[in-house]
């Protein structure tokens, strides 16, 4: 079985400083992780995946994210937050042995403030 | 840039009644996903599909739940006789290869709601 969970519900942050958005993951093979977001009345839109190789990723709007295996953790980070960031964020987890879902964690809302 | 879309934006409907879900995939995508997510829980898997067959589907996707690729450019979510616990905002995503790193894209969702 494969879980997500994103320990956070809310993450509060001010313009121009760093974010973190954690999530921790647990599967039995490999992982495929990935970050989506999700502003209001649209639907989730991809940001960035890992699949192999260097732990850190780059995606859309300026996010990264880090990969880390001893800590099955894969948190996204930004170093200077917008207020057009606020949104709601979900990690999601596939194995390389585990089929065709993905297994999302429960969201994270990020609420950047000028 | 392509995008999954999805009809109706929100629907309401009464227990009991049938209600059919539209989603049309990205053109040249090959496999199509439905998910739900019941307001304030998590985004979760329903079934997979490709080549006229489902290939997955999880507990959730019981007897009352059907897919349906009718024409070239549309895939349905049809549920018989909905229930109360069937409201929820409901998701159709699509990839072009079937591997596990592939990154499935998402339509904006209908929010569906079950009086």
């Known amino acids: 079985a494969q879980s997500v969970a994103q320990p956070e519900d809310q993450v509060n942050v001010a313009e121009g400083n760093p974010l973190t958005v954690k999530c921790t993951y647990s599967?039995?093979?490999?992982?495929?992780l990935f970050w989506y977001v999700q502003y209001p009345n649209r639907g989730l839109q991809f940001l960035l995946k890992?699949?192999?190789?260097?732990?850190l990723v780059k995606g859309s709007y300026g996010f990264e994210a880090e990969f880390n295996k001893s800590q099955t953790s894969f948190h996204l980070k930004k170093p200077s937050a917008l207020v057009s960031d606020s949104a709601l964020y979900f990690c999601a987890v596939r194995a390389n042995n585990a089929g065709n879902m993905l297994t999302f964690g429960g969201g994270t809302r990020l609420m950047v403030k000028p | 840039e392509p995008e999954v879309t999805q009809t109706p934006s929100h629907q309401v409907t009464q227990m009991g009644q049938e209600v059919i879900l539209r989603c049309v995939p990205i053109?040249?995508?090959?496999?199509f996903y439905w998910y739900r997510q019941i307001l304030g829980q998590k985004v979760e898997f329903l079934v997979s599909f490709y080549n006229n067959e489902i290939s997955e589907k999880s507990e959730i996707f019981d007897d009352q739940f059907s897919v349906e690729r009718p024409d070239g450019s549309n895939f349905t979510l049809k549920i018989r006789s909905t229930k109360l616990e069937d409201s929820a905002m409901y998701f159709c995503?699509?990839?072009?290869?079937?591997?596990?790193?592939?990154?499935?894209?998402f339509g904006p969702g209908t929010r569906l709601l079950v009086l």
């Open positions: 890992y699949i192999t190789g260097d732990n």
């Open positions: 599967v039995s093979g490999n992982p495929y």
């Open positions: 995503a699509s990839t072009s290869v079937q591997i596990a790193s592939e990154t499935q894209y």
């Open positions: 053109s040249n995508h090959l496999y």
